[in-house]
């Protein structure tokens, strides 16, 4: 195969940065690639491959004869330029959430949902990603028992927001070592040493828009728009991997060992079943798969489940998680290995 003209928008950004690495270790195959950033960022090089090549800013011309286009960048970028490249006769995969809540527009975890694909209209998109690793475990719960309800609550890096809040962490840290007062500009309320309950916009019924995103999106991916879900998103001073602490009422009994067994053998998802192991950031940074460890019986409903998740917000929550559909799109047959 000769490869795609592939562009990455919003390539000098963490998760853009995270795409061009998974798609140089996945082998996706590539016949030019093309980084595009904002005018900040214009003339800058990225690194593929062993080439240096020269950053460019979006424009009709530079999406004509893109197979592949893959948003990395905010909500406007996504929603000026993808409707553009799809009518140029490139597939988007989008990283944003200005699509993801449209009725005619896939939202694909490929463990989960590959078949929602077939109806894309050219934009296909990428889930949240507190969102990612939570679906690829309750899919399989509601299939050995039913999910009624679920509570989760999140915990999530610095990451997530963007390369700013991380280096305002990292300004931080250096600050309280050096025993001077850290500064926060970035964040509403200092990271470091600290925990943070907030950071998003807020939304409905005193829940902020990544909670909304977590419940809404859940429920399409899932097929389950019934599904009762609540949840609490909650800043911590890691730099890379989110955790999920998540209680899982069922509809039927179910014993803790087949939720253990249905998990081992699902694709993408590693196990801890050693009650002294247990994952965490740190085991999860720079790896695909999702971590899930402490899974017990949760005492406080009848037949209710408890875990503890971790997952790479920058891979499986992003940028892997949207290769794996486009190989699935663009590669069809060939890509049932990889996911």
Known sequence: MQGFRVCVVGATGVVG???????????????????????????????????KIRVVTPSKEIFKGAELVLFAGGNAVARTWAPIAVSLGAIVVDNSSAF?????????????????????????????????????????????????????????AASGFGKALVEELNEQIVSIASGKPPAHSVYPKQLAMNVVPGGWKKGPAGYN????????????????????????????PVIVGHAESVWVELMSPLDVSFVYNALSTAPGIQVYEDEDEFPTPLDVADKDDVLVGRVRQDLSCENGVALWIVSDNLRKGAALNAIQISELVLLGEQAKVAV
């Open 17 to 51: 940065k995270t795409m061009l690495k998974v798609l140089e270790e996945r082998k996706f195959p590539i016949r030019e690639l093309v980084p595009i950033a904002s005018e900040n960022s214009e003339g800058s090089l990225v690194e593929f491959a062993g080439d």
């Open 100 to 156: 993801r809540m449209e009725p005619d527009v896939p939202l694909v975890v490929p463990e989960v949902n590959p078949e929602d694909i077939k109806w894309h209209k050219g934009i296909i998109s990428n889930p949240n990603c507190c969102t990612v690793p939570l679906v690829m475990v309750l899919k399989h719960l509601d299939q050995l028992a039913g999910v009624k309800r679920v509570l989760v609550d999140t915990y999530q």
């Open 209 to 236: 828009e990544e909670e909304w995103k977590i419940i809404n999106e859940s429920r399409k991916i899932l097929h389950r728009p019934d599904l009762r879900i609540s949840a609490t998103t909650v800043r911590v």
